[in-house]
């Protein structure tokens, strides 16, 4: 089974500042017959529901924000939220897909404001 | 409006069986998959168990493979997921949510279940 690592676990961050979560597969989530990466963000907020940010590792929901961004192909993925946000503290938490009807999620990352 | 409404979680018995259903509604319900994840308290996301959108193929992971089973009623706009043999490990919310692009685009607000003597 694929596992999701992300990095870090736990991050501050200044408001109007950069911060960036990443997400590196056990094996490549790129699908070679559509040149996808089946690789999905999301944010939870306490007592919430996840919501969908970005898919196919770097396009973005709608209703995103373009502050929030996906990077990355194969194995090493990518979020970045270019100038952060008070509304933005939650746990973000990556996704994967790959062909065999299975989902994993990353043990999630945790952003809140330094 | 797009809407997944989960019930029957509730407290039950290690050992013991419960049926959650996921009421789906402002979508095409034959068009997409639907998939089960859940979430214990405190902790991450895990993905629980899926079936596409022609409701003959299914699949789960594998810590409730043998003891859950989802299923769909086109008729009722419903996915079932019978648990059985339930253990203290899956005492977590159930979210109900649709599958599209590879990723989940909506979710329900979610249904508890806890397992516990």
């Known amino acids: 089974d694929i596992v999701m690592t992300q990095s870090p676990d736990f991050l501050a961050v200044s408001l109007g500042e950069r911060a960036t979560i990443n997400c590196k597969s056990s094996?490549?989530?790129?699908?070679?017959?559509?040149?996808?990466?089946?690789l999905a963000w999301y944010q939870q907020k306490p007592g919430q529901p996840p919501k969908l940010l970005i898919y196919?590792?770097?396009t973005r929901e709608s209703g995103v924000p373009d502050r929030f961004s996906g990077s990355g192909s194969g194995t090493d993925f990518t979020l970045t939220i270019s100038s952060l946000q008070a509304e933005d503290v939650a746990v973000y938490y990556c996704q994967q897909y790959y062909g065999n009807l299975m989902y994993t999620f990353g043990q999630g990352t945790k952003l809140e404001i330094k | 409006e797009v809407q997944l409404l989960e019930s029957g979680g509730g407290l039950i018995q290690p050992g013991g069986s419960l049926r959650l259903s996921c009421a789906i509604s402002g979508f095409t319900f034959r068009s997409d998959a639907i998939i089960w994840v859940r979430q214990a308290p405190g902790k991450g996301l895990e993905w629980v168990s899926f079936?596409?959108?022609?409701?003959?193929?299914?699949s789960y992971a594998d810590s409730v493979k043998g003891r859950f089973i989802i299923s769909k009623d086109n008729s009722r706009n419903t996915v079932y997921m019978q648990m059985n043999s339930l253990r203290d490990e899956d005492t977590a919310l159930y979210y109900c949510?649709?599958?599209?692009?590879?990723?989940?685009?909506?979710w329900g607000q979610g249904t508890m279940v806890t397992v516990s003597s």
């Open positions: 196919w590792a770097s």
């Open positions: 949510t649709r599958g599209r692009n590879m990723a989940i685009d909506i």
């Open positions: 094996q490549s989530v790129l699908y070679n017959s559509n040149n996808k990466n089946y």
């Open positions: 079936i596409a959108d022609s409701g003959g193929v299914t």
